[in-house]
């Protein structure tokens, strides 16, 4: 199958990625479904890279009923090692305007029910997600997105809410109690996911209003969300673009081993039906294992 080494997904307004060469649209089978949309693998700045519509052609997908699994799933599959979240939130701070970008490293989970974990089936793993940002890639992410034009906000927390629905006033301001920065649906359990892929994962903000909690602005909607995206999807879409520049050129940080120290069962003690879903996952410690007896 065909590889890249860096996967894009967009979220709201950002469906697709510009200035790709050799492209080619693959649909890729995983054992949680197919994901989001079909996959778009091609070259920008001569990095072969992956991209995909976190909501799908038309923006389609509900926040909980994304197949956030078969997406990184898939994603691993094709040989990524980092991936670039792209996401429309609402900012919590003054400072934190609207069409300014953000690069979180704290996150607090406020989703429900939403699949969290390639795990279960008797393979049981507990990854380390104390840290759940990328601290190799958030550096290079926000000087891409400040060379690319952007007022770019680096660090801050990110609440994951359920959705659909956008918070009510007195959720917005308890969140803002919390030392929470910004407001959005999507980055759980994507982040989670990626990590125990063992796949770095970042996530680039897009800040399009001020929820609800702000007395002077607007209360937040989607035509006001749709059109802040408007206006600061092409220096989203440069920000990506020169983050490919900046990419390491190789992986030092502990995401590339994050199952190293997560994998509770003795490997001779799980299913094959469950080590042949997780083979793309676990084959280095099968293999391992498998030398050390």
């Not at 970008?101 to 390639?118: H, K, M, N, Y």
Request: contains cysteine; glycine residues 8%; aromatic residues 6%.
């Amino acid at each position: 199958m065909a590889e890249a080494r860096v996967g894009v997904i967009g979220g709201s307004g950002f469906y697709q990625m510009d200035g790709l060469t050799d492209a080619d649209e693959l649909h890729v089978d995983t054992p949680y479904g197919e994901p989001s949309s079909a996959i778009v693998l091609g070259t920008l700045e001569g990095e072969r890279i992956a991209f995909l519509s976190r909501h799908g052609p038309g923006h389609r997908i509900l926040p909980q009923e994304l197949p956030d699994r078969a997406n990184i799933y898939a994603m691993k599959t094709l040989g990524v090692e980092t991936i670039v979240g792209v996401s429309a939130v609402g900012s919590l701070r003054e400072e934190i305007k609207p069409l300014h970008l953000l690069v979180p490293d704290q996150i607090i989970d406020r989703t429900r029910g939403r699949p969290s974990t390639f795990f279960g089936e008797g393979l049981v793993a507990h990854i380390s997600f104390a840290d759940p940002f990328c601290p190799e890639l958030r550096p290079a992410l926000i000087a891409s997105a400040r060379e690319a034009g952007a007022m770019a906000h680096s660090g801050g927390t990110y609440v994951a809410v359920e959705g659909p629905a956008f918070s009510t006033r007195a959720e917005s301001n308890l969140y803002r109690t919390w030392g929470a920065d910004v407001i959005g649906m999507t980055a759980l359990p994507e982040a989670k996911l990626a990590r125990e892929a063992e796949i770095c994962y970042a996530i680039l903000a897009c800040t399009t209003d001020y929820d609800c909690w702000h007395d002077d602005e607007a209360d937040v909607t989607a035509d006001l969300i749709l059109a802040n995206l408007q206006k600061n999807i092409a220096v989203s879409r440069e920000a990506v673009r020169l983050f490919l520049r900046h990419l390491p050129s190789e992986r030092n940080c502990g995401c590339r081993s994050a199952l190293a120290n997560a994998l509770v069962t003795p490997l001779d003690l799980v299913p094959p039906a469950t080590l042949a879903r997780l083979e793309p996952l676990i084959a280095k410690y099968v293999t391992a294992a498998g030398k050390a007896r």
